[in-house]
């Protein structure tokens, strides 16, 4: 996400003002950085609705693709999103995309992406043991 940033101070000291430039802006997402905790991103409702609205239809498109009975179509899908996949074994990558689907599948009705994005960190810390052979030998 390419957002525009301002500090939290700005929200703070100028709410009014920054908002209202923020809406003059298009309303993008908009950073607030925060110098003592995780920075937040402040979108519209609506931008919030559509963000969900495609993830849920992207997990729909995944899934069917699942269900169309071509593993190398889905293989060749997944490597393309995920290049690190190629590092994997055939095992390996048929357990990713199980597993991305379900974190897909449940993140998506818990309005949570987190799920999914915990299962692609993981395999792509896999990926990276197995393209480094010596850390693979170490492990």
Same mark, same amino acid.
Do not use: C
């Given at each position: 996400?390419?957002?525009r940033e301002v500090p939290f101070s700005d929200i703070q000291n100028k709410g009014?003002?920054?908002?209202?430039?923020? *809406?003059?802006?298009?309303? %993008?997402?908009?950073?607030?950085?925060? %110098? !003592? !905790?995780? +920075?937040? #991103?402040?979108?519209? =409702?609506?931008?919030?609705? *559509?963000?969900?609205?495609?993830?849920?239809?992207?997990?729909?498109?995944? !899934?069917?693709?699942?269900?169309?009975?071509? $593993?190398?179509?889905? %293989?060749?899908?997944?490597?393309?999103?995920?290049?690190?996949?190629?590092?994997?074994? +055939?095992?390996?990558? =048929? +357990?990713?995309? +199980?597993?991305?689907?379900?974190?897909? &599948? =449940?993140?998506?009705?818990? !309005?949570?992406?987190? $799920?999914?994005?915990?299962?692609?960190?993981?395999? &792509?810390?896999?990926?990276? #043991? *197995?393209?480094?052979?010596?850390?693979?030998? *170490?492990?």
């Amino acid at each position: 996400m390419s957002a525009r940033e301002v500090p939290f101070s700005d929200i703070q000291n100028k709410g009014k003002a920054t908002l209202s430039e923020w *809406q003059r802006s298009g309303a %993008r997402p908009l950073r607030v950085t925060r %110098r !003592d !905790d995780e +920075d937040l #991103v402040l979108m519209t =409702a609506t931008r919030a609705e *559509q963000e969900r609205a495609v993830l849920t239809a992207a997990t729909a498109m995944v !899934d069917a693709l699942l269900h169309a009975n071509n $593993p190398g179509l889905v %293989r060749t899908v997944v490597e393309a999103a995920f290049p690190w996949v190629s590092y994997l074994s +055939d095992e390996e990558a =048929a +357990d990713f995309i +199980d597993e991305l689907i379900t974190s897909l &599948r =449940a993140g998506s009705s818990l !309005d949570n992406p987190a $799920p999914a994005a915990r299962t692609i960190e993981m395999w &792509r810390h896999t990926a990276e #043991v *197995q393209a480094d052979p010596e850390l693979a030998r *170490q492990i």
